[in-house]
């Protein structure tokens, strides 16, 4: 079978070439064989370098790290809508779901059921994002004549993630669009973007469109049911608001309480964020320099103290279990098209990050959730993080030289 399909495509092939009947469609074709088989182009001449790593294996890499991720997204998604049901007396679910899940149950207690629920709601959600992503990179692809890059693996899952459960269909595609097109393709397409598409998208959604992106309604997916985040209580009343709402710490980081797709299980996403460290794919630096500007602006904060403002008493521990921090640390912040590329460059990139998570969250308890306009606002900097470090180099290699010539 695998010999058939191979010679299939090598057949086919020469209709795609240039000068070939279907030439503008090259880019779709190559998608596909790339995507089932290794790339048949080889470096026959030296010099060369030998890597293992290629653009399509990097990406895998990072789609395969967000799996831990997706099982904590479909599982905490059925989890919360099947309390909600339970709360509200209801014995199933309205419209599609509810017919599917019939054969199943809505069984808190019970894993499958909860699995089964949550998947119903994550599915659409990707679906739609890879459909209409996926258009849009195939077209501009072939109006360009380039290669469809395996980028939109990555973008299309993490956009998805970033999502509360019950944002409508059409706004997830609207979304997308924004930020495949002007998020990347307008600069170029994958490498040349200077902010992460995905977290575009959502910004986008958010600020568009904010009653369906925010509030206490739209984290459970049930009518008639509001469930508070973390990050709103805290915003509210402080550690003492999140506790009395019935979440504790451990629930935080386990992922068992309400908020987006797949921001949050910290613990799912360390082990999918240890994957990218150890496989090289996420920079340590970045990771780190995140962490430790985050721990030390919640300390400054706790240390200054307020007497109207309950988010300058929250811990550091907490900011790091509530909404989209550790996702935004291990997977968005660590992009490498859109991160600081030097080694000096990338402790600041991930300190600054860490550092206007917390002053946006307690600054402007309005808005509690920050990582997204952080990361943003880091990928901006990024080139001009980047521009000071290599001045900064040649500078102390000239007073080297210089101090050499004059010995």
């Given at each position: 079978?695998?010999?058939?399909?191979?010679?299939?495509?090598?057949r086919?092939?020469?209709?795609f070439?240039?000068?070939?009947?279907y030439?503008?469609?090259?880019?779709?074709?190559?998608?596909?064989?790339?995507?089932?088989y290794?790339?048949?182009?080889?470096?026959?001449?030296?010099?060369?370098?030998?890597?293992?790593?290629?653009?399509k294996?990097?990406?895998?890499?990072?789609?395969?790290?967000?799996?831990?991720?997706?099982?904590?997204?479909?599982y905490?998604?059925?989890?919360?809508?099947?309390?909600?049901?339970?709360?509200?007396g209801?014995?199933?679910a309205?419209?599609?779901?509810?017919?599917?899940?019939?054969m199943?149950?809505?069984?808190?207690?019970?894993?499958?059921?909860?699995?089964?629920h949550g998947?119903?709601?994550?599915?659409?959600?990707y679906?739609?994002?890879?459909?209409?992503?996926?258009?849009?990179?195939?077209?501009?692809?072939?109006?360009?004549?380039?290669?469809?890059?395996?980028?939109?693996?990555?973008?299309?899952?993490?956009?998805?993630l970033?999502?509360?459960?019950t944002?409508?269909?059409?706004m997830?595609?609207l979304?997308?669009?924004?930020?495949?097109i002007?998020?990347?393709?307008?600069?170029g397409?994958?490498?040349?973007?200077?902010?992460?598409?995905?977290?575009?998208?959502?910004a986008?959604?958010?600020?568009?469109?904010?009653?369906?992106?925010?509030?206490?309604?739209?984290?459970?997916?049930?009518d008639?049911?509001?469930?508070a985040?973390?990050?709103?209580?805290?915003?509210?009343?402080?550690?003492?608001a999140i506790?009395?709402?019935?979440?504790?710490?451990?629930?935080a980081?386990l992922?068992t309480i309400p908020?987006?797709?797949g921001?949050?299980?910290?613990?799912?996403?360390?082990?999918?964020?240890?994957?990218?460290?150890?496989?090289?794919?996420?920079n340590?630096?970045?990771?780190s320099?995140?962490?430790f500007?985050?721990?030390?602006?919640?300390?400054?904060?706790?240390?200054?103290?307020?007497?109207?403002?309950?988010?300058?008493?929250?811990?550091?521990?907490?900011?790091?279990?509530m909404?989209?921090?550790?996702?935004g640390?291990?997977?968005?912040?660590?992009?490498?098209?859109?991160?600081?590329?030097?080694?000096?460059?990338?402790?600041?990139f991930?300190?600054l990050?860490?550092?206007?998570?917390?002053?946006?969250?307690v600054?402007?308890?309005?808005?509690?959730?920050g990582?997204?306009?952080?990361?943003?606002?880091?990928n901006?900097?990024?080139?001009?993080?980047?521009?000071?470090v290599?001045?900064?180099?040649?500078?102390?290699?000239?007073q080297?030289?210089?101090?050499g010539?004059?010995?």
């Amino acid at each position: 079978m695998i010999k058939k399909l191979r010679g299939f495509l090598d057949r086919i092939e020469p209709k795609f070439a240039r000068g070939g009947k279907y030439h503008k469609y090259y880019g779709l074709f190559e998608m596909v064989d790339t995507l089932l088989y290794s790339p048949p182009n080889r470096t026959v001449g030296a010099p060369h370098v030998r890597d293992a790593l290629d653009l399509k294996r990097v990406m895998g890499y990072v789609w395969l790290a967000t799996f831990p991720v997706m099982f904590m997204a479909c599982y905490n998604t059925g989890l919360q809508a099947n309390l909600a049901m339970q709360s509200l007396g209801l014995e199933h679910a309205e419209g599609w779901r509810g017919a599917i899940l019939g054969m199943v149950g809505y069984d808190p207690s019970n894993f499958f059921d909860n699995f089964a629920h949550g998947l119903l709601y994550f599915l659409p959600v990707y679906m739609t994002t890879f459909i209409v992503g996926g258009m849009a990179e195939v077209i501009f692809a072939m109006v360009r004549g380039h290669e469809v890059n395996e980028g939109f693996f990555v973008t299309s899952i993490l956009y998805a993630l970033v999502l509360p459960a019950t944002t409508p269909l059409w706004m997830v595609g609207l979304g997308i669009l924004f930020g495949v097109i002007l998020g990347k393709e307008v600069f170029g397409g994958t490498g040349k973007n200077f902010i992460n598409p995905a977290l575009a998208g959502r910004a986008f959604l958010f600020f568009a469109y904010p009653a369906y992106l925010s509030g206490d309604t739209v984290w459970v997916p049930v009518d008639g049911h509001s469930g508070a985040t973390a990050l709103s209580a805290a915003a509210s009343g402080g550690v003492d608001a999140i506790l009395a709402g019935g979440y504790t710490w451990w629930e935080a980081f386990l992922g068992t309480i309400p908020g987006s797709l797949g921001e949050t299980s910290t613990l799912a996403i360390l082990i999918g964020g240890a994957f990218l460290l150890v496989t090289r794919i996420a920079n340590w630096r970045i990771v780190s320099g995140v962490m430790f500007g985050m721990v030390v602006m919640s300390l400054l904060f706790n240390t200054i103290g307020s007497d109207t403002n309950p988010m300058f008493a929250v811990p550091w521990y907490w900011h790091l279990v509530m909404g989209g921090f550790a996702f935004g640390m291990m997977f968005m912040a660590t992009d490498p098209v859109t991160a600081a590329h030097t080694d000096s460059g990338r402790w600041w990139f991930g300190v600054l990050i860490g550092v206007m998570v917390v002053m946006i969250r307690v600054i402007n308890p309005a808005f509690p959730e920050g990582m997204m306009l952080a990361i943003l606002f880091a990928n901006m900097f990024a080139p001009l993080i980047d521009y000071g470090v290599m001045k900064a180099n040649i500078k102390r290699r000239l007073q080297r030289q210089t101090a050499g010539a004059k010995s």
